[in-house]
């Protein structure tokens, strides 16, 4: 699909059929760079490959992105943290253990992937330290960054998993990331916008009843998505998080845990 297959089809909704009305070719191609990127936060899809070659570096500078879906490092899967938990914040621990009273994990030894570890998501140490060089390889996000625990030696291979940010249109010609059967949401949040922009001051009821029928066609999307995800494992899932359990729940009698 191409951008003028959108900017052609929103003009169909406007009753607008060519540039020398309200809005030009350059107007409309501004909307849909919009319209692609709220579609793409809306399904997170397609995703996209992006690899690197490590150096002896602990962070790696990101492209933009909307998230990161999985992250592997030769191959091995690295489980996400959060700089908070890798130092015990969450934990009220505030780690400062290492002999220059810095966290665990910034001492950790550069290692060549894949990386022997216990297999748990964290260690058995828990209560001591909240990181161990037993548990399992991580990664955090700082900023625009991504870190590695334990730092990758140089000439690794780094793969993400992620969902990109759709690159910006600029003419008629240039080739949509979307299949065609994403033309009518695209174009329902192109005429939204449209309808904004000859409002821009006031409630547009047009506007409104656009952005319905934008929600209307993404979650026919979603649907698809569903579908499409159908061979993924359905089965039930383990309620492990402690506020579940923690939390009273009505039973015959009265309330319990």
């Known amino acids: 699909m191409l951008t003028s297959d959108i900017v052609n089809y929103a003009r169909f909704l406007l009753t607008e059929p060519n540039s020398t009305g309200r809005f030009s070719d350059s107007a409309l ?29 602990q962070e790696y500078a990101l492209p933009p992105l909307l998230q990161i879906e999985r992250a592997y490092m030769n191959g091995q899967p690295l489980i996400p943290t959060t700089l908070s938990r890798l130092e015990g914040v969450s934990l009220n621990m505030y780690d400062q253990s290492t002999n220059v009273n810095s966290p665990q994990w910034t001492i950790a030894p550069a290692s060549t992937y894949p990386v022997q570890n216990t297999g748990s998501g964290y260690p058995t140490s828990a209560g001591n330290t909240p990181y161990s060089a037993n548990q399992r390889p991580v990664y955090y996000l700082r900023g625009g960054y991504i870190g590695v625990v ?12 992620i969902t990109p940010i759709p690159a910006t249109s600029t003419a008629l010609g240039d080739t949509s ?17 449209c309808y904004e922009a000859d409002e821009p001051l006031e409630v547009s009821t047009s506007a409104e009843a656009w952005g319905q029928r934008y929600q209307k066609e993404v979650g026919k999307l979603q649907t698809w998505k569903d579908k499409m995800l159908l061979n993924l494992d359905k089965s039930p899932q383990f309620v492990t998080y402690r506020s579940y359990y923690a939390s009273p729940v009505p039973n015959t009698s009265g309330w319990g845990w």
Request: hydrophobic share 50%.
């Open 177 to 193: 990331l979307f299949p065609i059967h994403f033309l009518r949401a695209l174009g329902a949040h192109v005429t939204m916008q």
């Open 150 to 161: 334990p730092a990758p030696v140089a000439g690794q291979t780094f793969t993400l998993n």
């Open 29 to 57: 191609i501004t909307c849909v760079n919009v319209a692609n990127s709220q579609v793409m936060l809306d399904l997170q899809w397609p995703e996209a490959t992006l690899t690197l070659t490590t150096t002896t570096a």
